[in-house]
Structures are given as C-alpha cells and as structure tokens.
C-alpha cells in the first residue's frame, strides 16, 4: 500500500496532462479552421483577380511603342 500515494500522483499528474494536451489540440483545431477559411477566402480572390486581369487585358490595346518614341 505505500505504492498507492504515489500511484495516485502519478495518475493525477497524467491526467493533468491529457486534459492540456486535449485543450491544445482543440485550440490548434480551431487555428487550422480558421486558417483554411483564410486560404479558401484568399483563393477566391486570386481567382477573381486573375479573370479581372484577363479581361483586361483583352480590351487594352496591342502592344504599342509608348508615345515618347
């Protein structure tokens, strides 16, 4: 039965240890979340910027000297 004390710390200390490793993962699940909803937000843009760029690019003139030459 002298085991039993610390036993009993051990277990307590382990099980302090689930419990943050448990809130990190969730706080870092939440990060991840909220990081993909980011790139997916920023894709979006980049797409539409790029057909913006295309359109553009297809109303401006074809390449012509500048009007200093």
């Not at 051990?10 to 706080?27: C, G, K, N, P, Y």
């Not at 790029?50 to 012509?64: F, I």
């Amino acid at each position: 039965m002298s085991r039993s004390p610390e036993l009993r710390t051990r277990v307590e200390a382990l099980e302090a240890a689930s419990a943050h490793q448990d809130r990190v993962i969730a706080e870092l699940s939440d990060a991840v979340a909220a990081q993909w909803s980011r790139i997916d937000l920023l894709t979006r843009e980049v797409l539409r910027l790029r057909e913006e760029m295309q359109a553009l690019s297809q109303t401006v003139a074809p390449d012509k000297a500048p009007p200093h030459y």
